[in-house]
């Protein structure tokens, strides 16, 4: 076992499951709300091309740009055409983004493309993939990351100094980022298919940045983020933040279009201050396909990343366990879904402690058991 590792996920363990568990004694109606999450997503699933038209509409009908992608490089081929010359880009936590390989992607095409959010900006200098799907960094103790500061951005800094001095060093840095970014790229925690809106929990702010001050914003999700309602979309985004244990979330932001203004005889008035231009790009890679399978429960799944936590094998084994940045139980099903890949299903132990703390109820042993004949059967 990997020392680090053991140190860093015991304290992760240490500090988030406590407070989730008080978070749900606290506020006994967050049951309630995931319970009928659940319905409601279901209901989207088994209607996914209306509401996907119902998102299109709304996007549509607020100024903003909508675009389905099938697979990745159909993606990639959208955000290019977006991008044009433009290559200052700040970005903000994203699974699809690394789905799609986005950051990869256009660093290699020689754009200037920063990660926003702590964790992933950590991630990135140290050349790194996601160990967590809310908190990507928690395989690098504090000394390590004291180490990679020290290289990357001042050479005062080392493992001695404090997280708050840490914190306060990349703030600087990235506020530069921020101000000179030309597109600011999300992903999204929930769609409202009746507003268009694109809905982002956060509680460092960077992401009311790469969305307010870049003057386009793209927004790119998969077809299982859609919900029917806006209200649906917050009760979305509150159970997520509950369960990964941020509740309440500093912030809720909600982009419905580019900017606006009714302040000239209440006539409305796009682009205002904020972006001139939003994009809404919404990917399949493999969720239809999905939901006619065995395994179409996993589309169920909000990303709060409680499972991690109550996983042995994502204990023992950290990212190993799933296919980066898909890892953790959750992880293995999605994995399946958007890589075809069912080989770290067999590392699984069925201890059913996943099943246990999620918030939609989904029987993940059940469904890594379907993924395991797959795996045996190729």
């Not at 600011?184 to 929990?201: E, F, H, Q, R």
């Not at 042995?312 to 084994?317: A, F, R």
């Not at 799933?322 to 139980?329: I, L, N, Q, R, V």
Request: charged share 25%; aromatic share 8%.
């Amino acid at each position: 076992m990997n020392y680090e590792w053991d140190v860093a996920v015991n304290k992760a363990i240490v500090n988030n499951a406590p407070r989730v568990q008080q978070i749900l004694d606290d506020n006994p109606y967050i049951k309630d709300v995931a319970s009928e999450l659940r319905k409601t997503k279901n209901t989207v699933l088994d209607n996914i091309e209306t509401y996907i038209s119902k998102t299109e509409e709304s996007v549509k009908r607020t100024g903003g740009h909508f675009h389905y992608a099938k697979d990745g490089e159909q993606a990639m081929d959208i955000v290019r055409e977006i991008l044009g010359e433009k290559s200052k880009i700040v970005l903000s936590k994203s699974n699809v983004l690394y789905e799609i390989k986005l950051r990869e992607e256009l660093e290699k095409e020689g754009k200037d493309i920063w990660e926003t959010d702590m964790g992933e900006y950590l991630v990135q200098i140290n050349n790194d993939m996601p160990s967590h799907l809310v908190a990507p960094a928690i395989h690098l103790t504090k000394d390590k990351i004291g180490k990679l500061l020290h290289e990357n951005l001042d050479s005062a800094i080392n493992e001695n100094t404090s997280p708050e001095e840490m914190v306060s060093i990349v703030r600087k840095f990235l506020m530069e980022k921020y101000l000179g970014a030309e597109v600011g790229i999300t992903g999204a925690n929930a769609i409202a298919a009746d507003t268009g809106s694109v809905l982002l929990i956060e509680n460092e702010g960077n992401i009311r940045m790469d969305t307010v001050l870049p003057q386009v914003h793209i927004a790119i999700t998969g077809i299982d983020k859609i919900v029917p309602t806006l209200k649906d979309a917050f009760n979305e985004v509150i159970v997520q933040a509950s369960y990964a244990g941020f509740y309440p979330p500093a912030y809720i932001n909600v982009t419905s279009g580019p900017s606006a203004t009714g302040d000239i005889e209440l006539k409305h008035v796009s682009p205002a201050t904020g972006p001139k231009e939003f994009h809404l790009i919404v990917l399949d890679n493999g969720r239809k396909e999905a939901i006619d399978s065995d395994i179409r429960e996993s589309l169920l799944c909000i990303r709060c990343g409680r499972c991690y936590f109550s996983c042995p094998s994502y204990k023992l084994y950290g990212k190993d366990f799933g296919d980066s940045p898909y890892t953790g139980p959750t992880g293995i099903m999605w994995s399946a879904i958007t890589m075809k890949k069912y080989d770290k299903s067999m590392l699984c132990m069925h201890s059913g402690g996943c099943h246990e703390v999620c918030p939609m109820d989904i029987n993940i042993p059940q469904v890594i058991e379907k993924i395991k004949f797959r795996y045996m059967e190729s």
